[in-house]
C-alpha cells in the first residue's frame, strides 16, 4: 500500500549566533493509509519537531532538509498559500494545548465555521449545522450552547474535543495529535484517547500520535518510532515492541510503563541520567552514557537503524535478543 505520507533523510537545524543546533538527524519514516503511528521519546527527542516540518510550523530560525511527500506531492518548502490548501483540510494538527491553539477571543462556533468555509466551500449557516453535528459526534454536551461559547469558558477536556472535531470537519487523510493528552487529568485523558480510537475507526484516516509517554500510545497505535537525541532508534509493531524491545532505550521506557498485572511497585522506575543538551558534541551512540550495555564501540561508533526484518529496525551495536 502507498503510503500517505514519507518522510525521507529529514533534518531540522535551528540557526544560534555559534553553531546551528540539530533537532532532528537525518530521519526517515512513512505512515501507510489508515494506520496509526506512534512516535515516542523525551523532551527534546525532535518528535514534535520532524512534524512540525511536516507542517511547515517550524520556528523562524530553523531549516529542514530532506523530503516530505504528503498524498503524492513534495510539501517541504511548499509557498505558504498552498500549503494552506492542504493543512486545515486534508492534513491536520491536534497540539497539547488547545487553549494556544484555539483563537480566545473567537467564539467555537465562528472558529470552527471558519474552517468549514474556507476549506470546503459552504455557507456560514451550513458551516455552523456542520459545526454543531460535529460537536454532537466529539460528545460535547449542550453542543448548540457551546458554539456561543469562547474557550475560556470550556473545561479542558472539551477543549480537546473542539480541536479534535476541528481537525476532522475536512475529512482528512492525515491527523497528527501531539501530546493530546498531556494537559489534562487521567480520567480525561483515557476519554479522549477512546475518543481518538473511536474517531479514527469510524473515519478510516492515518493518525500519528506524538508522546512521551509509552503507555498513551500502547491502546492506538499499530506501529511506534522511538526517538533519541533526534534520530530514530527503533521502529517495530506495536505489540512487538512492547513484548520484546530490541533498543536498550526502549527496554527503559518500558519499565516506567505502569502494570496492572505485575507486582505491585510503591514507586515506579524512572530513566536515570539525561540525554544530550541541544548542540551538545558526543561521538558514538548518543545514548551511551546511559545505557547499562554500552561497551567501547558504543563510545567511538554511532549505530545505523538496521532493518530486522517485518518493518522493524533498530539503532544499536548490542541489541537486545529478540
Ligand atoms: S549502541 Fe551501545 S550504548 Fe548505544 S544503546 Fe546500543 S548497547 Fe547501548
Known amino acids: ?158 477543549r480537546q474535543r ?24 487521567v480520567t480525561v485523558q483515557a476519554q479522549i484517547i477512546a475518543l481518538l480510537r473511536e474517531v479514527r475507526a469510524k473515519a478510516g484516516m492515518s493518525l500519528v500520535l506524538i508522546s512521551h509517554d509509552l503507555a498513551v500510545v500502547a491502546g492506538l497505535a499499530d506501529r511506534i518510532l522511538v526517538m533519541y537525541a533526534g534520530r530514530i532508534v527503533e521502529s517495530a509493531d506495536a505489540g512487538e515492541l512492547f513484548r520484546r524491545p530490541r533498543h536498550p532505550y526502549t527496554a527503559e521506557l518500558l519499565k516506567c510503563v505502569p502494570s496492572i498485572t505485575g507486582p505491585r511497585l510503591e514507586r515506579l522506575p524512572s530513566l536515570q541520567g539525561q540525554p544530550p543538551r541541544p548542540g551538545e558534541a558526543f561521538a558514538g551512540c548518543a545514548f551511551a552514557p546511559r545505557c547499562a550495555r554500552a561497551a567501547a564501540r558504543c563510545r567511538a561508533e554511532r549505530p545505523l537503524l538496521h532493518d530486522g526484518g517485518s518493518g522493524a529496525a533498530v539503532a544499536c551495536h548490542y541489541p537486545l535478543s529478540p
Open 162 to 185: 473542539v480541536m479534535i472535531g476541528m481537525s476532522l470537519l475536512c475529512d482528512p487523510l492525515l491527523v497528527v495529535a501531539d501530546e493530546p493528552t498531556t494537559a489534562l487529568d
Open 1 to 158: 500500500m502507498l503510503p500517505i505520507l514519507s518522510v525521507e533523510n529529514l533534518s531540522v537545524n535551528f540557526a544560534q549566533r555559534a553553531a546551528p543546533i540539530a533537532a532532528v538527524r537525518q530521519v526517515s519514516l512513512s505512515v501507510a493509509a489508515g494506520e496509526c503511528l506512534g512516535v515516542v521519546g523525551e523532551s527534546g527527542a525532535g518528535k514534535t519537531q520532524v512534524f512540525m516540518a511536516v507542517m511547515g510550523l517550524l520556528a523562524g530560525n530553523a531549516v529542514a532538509d530532506g523530503s516530505v511527500r504528503f498524498a503524492d506531492q513534495d510539501i517541504l518548502g511548499l509557498d505558504r498559500g498552498r500549503l494552506n490548501r492542504i493543512r486545515g483540510s486534508k492534513l491536520t494538527m491536534i497540539f497539547q494545548d488547545p487553549m494556544t491553539s484555539l483563537t480566545p477571543h473567537m467564539k467555537v462556533g465562528m472558529q470552527m465555521a471558519e474552517v468549514l468555509v474556507r476549506h470546503a466551500g459552504i455557507s456560514g449557516s451550513e458551516a455552523r449545522i456542520a459545526a454543531r453535528r460535529m460537536l454532537e459526534r466529539m460528545r460535547v454536551p449542550e453542543a448548540q450552547r457551546r458554539l456561543n461559547q469562547y474557550p475560556h469558558e470550556l473545561s479542558g477536556g472539551q
